[in-house]
């Protein structure tokens, strides 16, 4: 495979300042659709940088699991990696790669913990398996095999059999406040469309970006 060999044409569709909404969290919930609409698998996958006490930045995939006007909400464990790297640098970015649509979206902001009471609620509306691994797994800690996995889940099915399976304290979610967009819709000749929005006084102002 000669990786300098690997490329394509972005021509699907272009994107003019005319097509966005003064809004960029409704401009985010219009092109969410969209990518629903055709089925794009795991629409709603974004990617999570961090910055930890070194100055290293981290990446992993996170869900998107509530986006209202003041952002974007996903869960995790609160002793992984990620939250440890927020607890000291809560500015975060997150990424939406819509490849088969020919669309990226780009956006920074600064993650806030959820109220006990909101990650109570979004917990009690997960599969029961899902809540069991939550307590199950030491998230981003070093484990010794998968059967070692495997026996700590079981483990917590049989101390939850008879009842409903509580909020680890150990868990929850962040909402990551928005304080800049980029839209970012592929072109011929690799003359992509690219937009940001950025707030100045308090309002959200679009500019064209140089692909």
């Not at 699991?65 to 002793?79: A, H, I, M, P, S």
Request: net charge positive; charged share 25%.
């Amino acid at each position: 495979m000669k990786l300098e060999q690997v490329r394509r044409e972005y021509l699907k569709q272009g994107l003019s300042r005319s097509e966005l909404d003064a809004a960029p969290l409704i401009q985010l919930k219009h092109w969410l659709s969209q990518a629903a609409d055709v089925e794009l698998v795991d629409a709603t996958a974004m990617t999570l940088s961090t910055v930890d006490r070194s100055g290293q930045p981290s990446q992993r995939v996170v869900l998107l699991k509530k986006l209202d006007e003041k952002g974007l909400v996903f869960y995790t464990n609160l002793k992984s990696r990620k939250a440890l790297d927020i607890e000291i640098n809560n500015k975060v970015s997150v990424h939406f790669g819509w490849l088969p649509l020919e669309r990226q979206i780009k956006i920074q902001g600064i993650a806030h913990k959820m109220s006990a009471a909101e990650n109570l609620s979004y917990f009690a509306s997960r599969p029961k398996n899902s809540q069991l691994a939550a307590w199950a797994s030491k998230q981003s800690q070093p484990i010794s095999s998968r059967k070692f996995l495997n026996q700590a889940f079981e483990q917590m099915k049989a101390k939850f059999a008879d009842g409903k399976i509580p909020l680890p304290n150990f868990w929850g979610g962040y909402l990551v406040e928005p304080t800049r967009f980029e839209f970012w819709q592929g072109g011929g000749a690799r003359l992509h469309d690219s937009f940001a929005y950025s707030i100045h006084d308090g309002a959200w102002q679009i500019e064209r970006l140089a692909p």
